[in-house]
C-alpha cells in the first residue's frame, strides 16, 4: 500500500490549497477514502470522506470550507481547502475508510501551515 499526499506548504489566513493523495495497493474503485489530519499535541482526526460512489460526509469544523473529491480513473483524491485558519495548521494525511476506521498503512502526509 502507498499513499502519497501532496500540495501542502505556507499559506496565509483565509487562503486555499489543494491537496493530492495517490494512492496504489488498494482496490480504489471500490474502497471510501478519508482525509484525515493531526496538529502538533493532538490526535489525528477525520476530516472528510467520500465514498467510491461519490458520497462525501465532513466534519462540522469544516464549516463548508472542505471540498474533497476523487478520480478514480487517476486513483487519486483531493482535498480543496479553502478559508484557511490558523486551527487548520497540522499534517493531512489520506487513508482509505471503512467500518470508521482508517486503513492499518499511513503513508507521508503533507503539512499545511496558516499563519495569521
Known amino acids: 500500500v502507498q499513499l502519497q499526499a501532496s500540495g501542502g506548504g505556507l499559506v496565509q489566513a483565509g487562503e486555499s490549497l489543494r491537496l493530492s493523495c495517490a494512492a496504489s495497493?488498494?482496490?480504489?474503485?471500490?474502497?471510501?477514502m478519508g482525509w484525515f489530519r493531526q496538529a502538533p499535541g493532538r490526535q489525528r482526526e477525520l476530516v472528510a470522506t467520500?465514498?467510491?460512489?461519490?458520497?462525501?460526509n465532513y466534519r462540522d469544523f469544516t464549516m463548508g470550507r472542505f471540498i474533497i473529491s476523487r478520480d478514480n480513473a487517476k486513483s487519486m483524491v483531493y482535498l480543496q481547502l479553502n478559508s484557511l485558519t490558523v486551527g487548520d495548521t497540522a499534517v493531512y494525511y489520506c487513508?482509505?475508510?471503512?467500518?470508521?476506521?482508517?486503513?492499518?498503512?499511513w503513508g507521508q502526509g503533507t503539512q499545511v501551515t496558516v499563519s495569521s
Open positions: 487513508n482509505t475508510y471503512n467500518a470508521y476506521q482508517p486503513g492499518t498503512y
Open positions: 467520500m465514498s467510491a460512489g461519490g458520497l462525501k
Open positions: 495497493g488498494v482496490n480504489f474503485n471500490y474502497e471510501t
